[in-house]
């Protein structure tokens, strides 16, 4: 009798376990669903109290986490949200994305073989810069993920853009071909001088209302009033230089905010493949301690108010080979050729 009520007592116990384990799973479930409904760029588009007892069917099994992993992946999936990503905080390891690429809002059918994408992705590959014939400098800006030191980043753009300024380069090549993202306010802080100073960009809604501006001031880079890096104001470069963009199908996310800032700036031109599609401001909202939300928030928008809700177009259009020496570089040769005409 007593090992059966020490068997019985054990069992309730359990279950209770189980329940307030389910029940705190939820609390954060609904956390997750109420923010999203607040910042969506697409909530508008989208019956809440439906959804929201769909994803508790798909999340009434939960005993972790990751298991709420269908439950969020209805949810993109139902916003549209092809850049939605829902991670855990911790380790940044992915617990819900979209999956419904039949439905995509901007379907984009070109082809994104595997080989190319660990290439682009490569952790390993590092900001580069060059010197090149004829006095023009190049710097190929890579992807920087969320982990890194921001400052020691940028700083390491900027000091190649003043090192070569001080050596007279005239003519410049920006390469976000292999730029798949990441944390943008290193690439554009460090590039800032190069683009110039004044209004480079808006964040949009959907119906492109303006939410907020993106400037340069003083060689930082202001992304809605936010200077999340602070750089001296160096180099100061007086003129306008001549500046080719290259972009390919793999530039995606913060490298098309990069690309965006670019767009307008006078004697600047684009060449290579149009963007990934990818031009949506995602937050950063850490939920319950344990959740990181990256929800579209609103559509890249340029100087001149033009809004990319498909993908950053070019102004040459030549295919991506990946080469590994620049002077075989279609799209290195081609732009270079359009920097030394008068």
């Given amino acids: 009798i007593i090992r059966m009520k020490f068997y019985i007592t054990c069992f309730f116990i359990c279950q209770t376990l189980v329940v307030g384990c389910q029940s705190n799973l939820l609390v954060t479930l609904d956390s997750i669903i109420e923010k999203t409904k607040q910042i969506s760029m697409y909530s508008a588009s989208v019956n809440w109290d439906s959804l929201t007892i769909r994803m508790h069917q798909k999340a009434e099994n939960a005993q972790s986490v990751e298991d709420l992993q269908p439950a969020f992946e209805l949810m993109l999936n139902t916003l549209g949200d092809h850049h939605g990503r829902i991670m855990l905080a911790a380790n940044y390891t992915l617990i819900g994305a979209f999956t419904d690429w039949d439905n995509i809002r901007t379907k984009d059918t070109r082809e994104k073989d595997m080989d190319t994408w660990k290439i682009v992705n490569d952790t390993a590959a590092k900001f580069e810069y060059a010197i090149l014939p004829n006095n023009i400098g190049y710097l190929k800006i890579m992807g920087i993920g969320p982990w890194v030191d921001m400052q020691v ?15 007279n380069i005239e003519h410049w090549i920006i390469d976000l071909r292999y730029n798949a993202g ?9 590039i800032a001088p190069l683009i110039g100073d004044g209004i480079v960009g808006y964040l949009t809604d959907v119906n492109h209302n303006i939410l907020f501006e993106w400037e340069i001031n003083q060689g930082n880079f202001i992304y809605d009033s936010v200077k999340a890096i602070d750089l001296p104001n160096q180099p100061q470069i007086k003129t306008n230089p001549k500046v080719a963009v290259l972009t390919s199908r793999w530039t995606t996310s913060s490298g098309e905010v ?16 149009a963007t990934g599609g990818f031009a949506t401001n995602v937050s950063w909202e850490v939920i319950n301690e344990e959740i990181l939300l990256l929800i579209s928030t609103g559509v890249y928008t340029d100087r001149n108010k033009i809004a990319y809700t498909i993908n950053i177009p070019v102004d040459v259009e030549l295919p991506f080979v990946i080469e590994k020496n620049i002077s075989n570089d279609i799209g290195v040769t081609t732009a270079i050729k359009w920097l030394l005409e008068e």
């Fill in 153 to 167: 980043e940028a700083t390491k753009i900027r000091a190649a853009l003043s090192e070569m300024y001080n050596k």
């Fill in 182 to 190: 990441g944390n943008m306010n290193p690439m554009v802080a460090g």
């Fill in 258 to 273: 990069v690309a965006t800032t670019l767009k307008g700036r006078d004697n600047t031109r684009f060449f290579g493949e």
